[in-house]
């Protein structure tokens, strides 16, 4: 049985920080990229950072860079995003998904995803 289970939302400040967590299992989780999106109401769900297989790779997006660090432990299924310098525009469900291809552009690609947490951040 395939989980991903995402953890570490809440309430923040602006300028706070936050540390996502999503635990894996049911999939030999070193064989998947791995991804972070978020979707706020009205809003397509967006990419936000990914990474390869093992670690060394990752990619964010634009609206991230330099606040947001992705990463992974393959000895415990789990896979991180590090969130500095929250803003309110940052405030979103936010859910991780898995990949067999790696870190693909298209939605479509990605095989897991996780049930999301919620992340609001205030001024």
């Known amino acids: 049985q395939v989980q991903l289970v995402e953890s570490g939302g809440g309430s923040v400040q602006a300028g706070g920080s936050l540390r996502l967590s999503c635990a894996a299992s049911?999939?030999?989780?070193?064989?998947?990229?791995m991804s972070w999106f978020r979707q706020a109401p009205g809003k397509e769900r967006e990419f936000v950072a990914g990474?390869?297989?093992?670690?060394?790779?990752?990619w964010s997006a634009d609206s991230v860079k330099g606040r947001f660090t992705i990463s992974r432990d393959n000895a415990k299924n789990t896979v991180y995003l590090q969130m500095n310098s929250l803003k309110p525009e940052d405030t979103a469900v936010y859910y991780c998904?898995?990949?067999?291809?790696?870190?693909?552009?298209?939605?479509?690609?990605?095989?897991?995803w996780g049930q999301g947490t919620q992340v609001t951040v205030s001024s």
């Open positions: 998904a898995a990949a067999k291809t790696g870190v693909p552009l298209i939605l479509r690609e990605y095989d897991y």
């Open positions: 049911g999939f030999t989780f070193s064989s998947y990229g």
């Open positions: 990474i390869n297989r093992g670690g060394r790779s990752t």
